[in-house]
Nanobody, 120 residues
């Protein structure tokens, strides 16, 4: 079994910064890609950023230039540095990972979500 545990959410004023972390643990052989998605009330879940094992990154248009995704492969952990936060960044942020298990199966996993609230 695999668990993704997120941390770092909270309340911040507009213009401020937060750093999210997501650590994967369990029967992991390797991790293909890790990423962050978010879902605001009444809206669909959207891509924030992803990073593959080689380090290539991809960002949603609304966060380009403000957010930075990184990962520590040794710790099976992905980070999201969020700067210049805006009220419209308010959402539940979910960690996602595509993991190759010890069993050799490859499966996607989601974290439980962490709330980010940006006040104006």
């Amino acid at each position: 079994q695999v668990h993704l545990v997120e941390s770092g959410g909270g309340l911040v004023q507009a213009g401020g910064s937060l750093r999210l972390s997501c650590a994967a643990s369990g029967s992991i052989l390797s991790i293909n890609h890790m990423g962050w998605y978010r879902q605001a009330p009444g809206k669909e879940r959207e891509l924030v950023a992803t990073i593959i094992s080689g380090g290539m990154t991809h960002y949603g248009d609304s966060v380009k230039g403000r957010f930075t995704i990184s990962r520590d492969n040794a710790k099976n952990t992905v980070y999201l540095q969020m700067n210049s936060l805006k009220p419209e960044d308010t959402a539940v942020y979910y960690c996602n990972a595509e993991i190759r298990l010890v069993s050799r199966a490859t499966t996607g996993f989601w974290g439980q979500g962490t709330q980010v609230t940006v006040s104006s």
